[in-house]
């Protein structure tokens, strides 16, 4: 309805004017259209009071929203502040910004659908370990360009990290790796020297170097790859085992016999 008019006439009591009766009908109408347009119908929405509104739409740029409880926020929302508590709010089919400020969504279970990308610094959980729960239990890290998907796990000071890193694509790879099983333990490493307890290695699973070489009567000296100890050096002479530190003693990279191999002696070395 337009804006109703009440008719003052040309000059006081001149006749023309609207009638106190049809005068007051005109301003019933038009505050019954600001109530209707402002508030419930009865009651105009104000600041000051806690009030339900109906089939609103709120639209202009920078709005502050607070205190939202029940709400569908639907379509595009951009600049806009949502402040203060925000509880059993919908987000539905929107392009939502959330500011500096940290948005409390209750303590019920939110449900975002649809969303592709989520861009944060940090997710926190203050009542305990942070849940992840995917319809394939599997929560996937992504590579792009030449970097592989990693995770990194931080010291106790977040000074400095490991990283947990994938295969790169040329390797060309999709398997599971599985922890080990019993009490706390630590990986080993390819590189790092390290000490393996109760483990059982079968023969066909250790790859060593094997050395040949031929005895002349008076060479007591052959060289082995360096870091070879007694202890992962194997020694045979015409297929007879040469016993550790009586027989051969390792140094560096040179092996020497306390007796030289006599002349065409077949000499094997089988380092582990």
Known sequence: ?????????????????????????????????IYTELGDG??????SKTQTLTNKTINGPDNTITNIANASLAGSISNDKLAGSIANAKLANSSVTI??????????????????????????????????ASTTYITEF??????????????????????IKSQPHSEAV???????KGSNSTLVSEIATQTLT????????????????????????FTVTN??????TLVFINGVFQRPTTDYAISGTTLTFGTAPVAADVITIKEL
């Open 142 to 163: 992504r590579g792009g360009g030449s970097t592989d998907g990693q995770i990194q796990l931080n010291c106790s000071s977040n000074s400095h990290g490991q990283i």
């Open 42 to 47: 009865s009651a105009l929405a104000i600041t």
């Open 99 to 132: 500011g500096s400020t940290a948005v409390n969504l209750g303590a019920t279970a939110t449900t975002f659908s649809g969303i592709t990308s989520l861009q944060t610094e940090t997710l926190t959980n203050a009542s305990g370990n942070l849940l992840i």
């Open 198 to 221: 109760n483990k059982t290695i079968g023969v066909g699973q250790v790859t060593g170097n094997t050395r040949n070489a031929t005895g002349d009567g008076s060479t007591v000296a």
């Open 227 to 232: 870091g070879m100890t007694v202890n992962n």
């Open 1 to 33: 309805m337009a804006k109703q008019t009440i008719n003052i006439g040309s000059s006081a009591d001149d006749g023309t004017g609207t009638t106190i009766r049809a005068g007051g009908d005109l301003i019933n109408d038009n505050f019954n259209e």
């Open 174 to 180: 999709t398997n599971q790796m599985f922890l080990p």
